[in-house]
């Protein structure tokens, strides 16, 4: 199984400020079968990006993320008071097997 | 647009099995994946198990020895049980959409395990 290590655990920022969020696999995501979600209390996971890179439908465009192999990143470019929240990352192998992160909790500085 | 809507018991007894549904309107029900997922409180998301609209399944190994998956096509809904369930089994559970990735989500149900 493979383990994804998200830090930092919190991150504090202003709005308007850029947030930066690394997630780390314990081996390679073959494909990048790597996603991103946004998680507001109360509420389901919302998809952000999939395959590494590619945003979701309806995803604003100030959201990014990149990586291959063992290590990816989310960016934020400019964050807007509605960004702030809990951010997992997710991958999946063909065994298959799917696993989350332990979230990224992104909070008003 | 797809929308997914989860029912079933908010609370189970300890040692019962825990059953929720998960109905898909507004698109295509066919040829996809379909998942349920978990959350205890203040924690990360585990993946439980999913279901191809073709009766196709894969569990998580942690809980395949409890967990049953099934699909009615012909009433476009998907269904979990979880057998002899404890309090660990607590938590929010939410249906989605897909194989690699995942979406929509169903709204989350609240299942506390306590006699």
């Known amino acids: 199984e493979i383990v994804l290590t998200q830090s930092p655990g919190t991150l504090s920022l202003s709005p308007g400020e850029r947030a930066t969020l690394s997630c780390r696999a314990s081996q390679s995501v073959s494909n990048n079968y790597l996603a991103w979600y946004q998680q507001k209390p109360g509420q389901a996971p919302r998809l952000l990006i999939y395959g590494a890179s590619s945003r979701a439908t309806g995803i604003p465009d100030r959201f990014s993320g990149s990586g291959s192999g063992t290590d990816f990143t989310l960016i934020i470019s400019r964050l807007e008071p509605e960004d702030f929240a809990v951010y997992y990352c997710q991958q999946f192998d063909s065994s298959p097997s799917i696993t989350f992160g332990q979230g990224t909790r992104l909070e008003i500085k | 647009q797809v929308q997914l809507q989860q029912s079933g018991p908010g609370l189970v007894k300890p040692s019962e099995t825990l059953s929720l549904t998960c109905t898909v309107s507004?698109?295509?029900?066919?040829?996809?994946?379909y998942n349920w997922f978990r959350q205890p409180a203040g924690k990360t998301l585990e993946w439980i198990g999913h279901i191809h609209t073709s009766g196709s399944t894969n569990y998580n190994p942690s809980l395949k020895s409890r967990v049953t998956v099934s699909v009615d096509t012909s009433k476009n809904q998907f269904s979990l049980n979880l057998t002899s369930v404890t309090a660990a089994d607590t938590a929010v559970y939410y249906c989605?959409?897909?194989?690699?990735?995942?979406?929509?989500w169903g709204q989350g149900s609240l299942v506390t395990v306590s006699s």
């Open positions: 989605a959409r897909g194989r690699r990735w995942f979406d929509p």
């Open positions: 507004g698109g295509s029900f066919t040829s996809y994946y």
